[in-house]
């Protein structure tokens, strides 16, 4: 996927309005670029001018300086260590850095470890990473279940769908992995970036590309919301999910201020 629609976010293979699924003019280049063995020439990040971090769109500020201009830069594959300078998989910056609205953080992981295509020697064998002290409940908001949260989610997702989305729990390992990562950063002063390395070790089987997506609610979840309510608020902001998507993995984890978070991981077919 190169372009995508801004106003319902259907995928296009080419820059030629009108979407075709909502009749919008005009089309957005997709957050993330493929990432495959034959186009990775191609792939970039947005550096800021003033401190050099990155970022997966030309949206200023800098999550960590304030910084307003972003400079286009060619990735290079020391990008994807773990460092001062976050690279390609930064999924999402501090929460009080994000705007009034849900915030969704996307990621495509397309490369050939992950479509299960060929192994990555000592990577799976080494098991999946995990996050230890991470803030907040990952069971429940008072009488709200991160599990009931969870299950209203992924019936969202399969409205009006058909076939059904089947839920995966390899996918959901992958998710909570990149929930607990992320809400981690939020909170506290371990912002640690999330690597190519660490997400190949799930081991996930998938014949098409990977995608993460990230979103929270901006005010805490109040006494007596359920898990349906929830659900639609986290989801109203994210578009329909592509057809070609098969399988999916969900996390619900609440921070300590009581706003709930949800990260969503997917498997799209391999003709997508």
């Known amino acids: 996927m190169k372009w995508r629609c801004p106003q319902c976010g259907k995928p296009h293979e080419r820059n030629d309005p009108p979407c075709d699924n909502c009749g919008h003019h005009r089309f957005e280049r997709a957050v993330v670029p493929q990432a495959t063995a034959e186009d990775d020439h191609e792939q970039f ?7 050099g971090r990155h970022h997966q769109r030309n949206n200023p500020p800098c999550s960590r300086c304030g910084g307003t201009t972003f400079e286009k830069k060619p990735l290079a594959d020391d990008d994807f260590e773990t460092g001062d300078t976050p690279g390609y998989f930064e999924l999402a910056g501090r929460v009080e850095a994000a705007a009034a609205l849900v915030v969704v953080a996307l990621v495509a992981v397309g490369a050939l470890g992950f479509l ?17 002290g991470v803030p907040g409940n990952e069971t429940a908001v008072g009488d709200l279940s991160m599990a009931e949260v969870e299950t209203s989610v992924f019936a969202e997702l399969n409205v009006d769908r058909t076939p059904r989305l089947k839920r995966s729990g390899d996918l959901d390992s992958m998710a909570t992995y990149v929930n607990q990562r992320l809400v981690k950063n939020a909170y506290t002063d371990d912002d640690r970036e999330i690597t190519r390395d660490q997400l190949r070790r799930f081991d996930v089987r998938c014949s098409g590309t990977i995608s993460v997506e990230q979103e929270w609610t901006m005010t805490a979840v109040a006494d007596g919301t359920d ?3 929830t659900a639609r608020r986290l989801l109203e902001q ?3 999910t592509p057809d070609s998507v098969e399988r999916v993995g969900i996390d619900a984890h609440a921070g ?3 706003r709930v978070f949800v990260t969503v991981a ?6 997508s």
């Open 45 to 51: 990040v947005w550096a800021c001018a003033d401190c």
């Open 227 to 229: 898990a349906e309510t």
């Open 256 to 258: 300590p201020d009581d």
């Open 116 to 132: 299960g295509v060929i192994d990555i020697p000592g990577l799976t064998s080494q098991g999946p990473p995990s996050v230890e």
């Open 266 to 271: 997917s498997c799209q077919a391999a003709d």
């Open 238 to 240: 994210l578009g329909p």
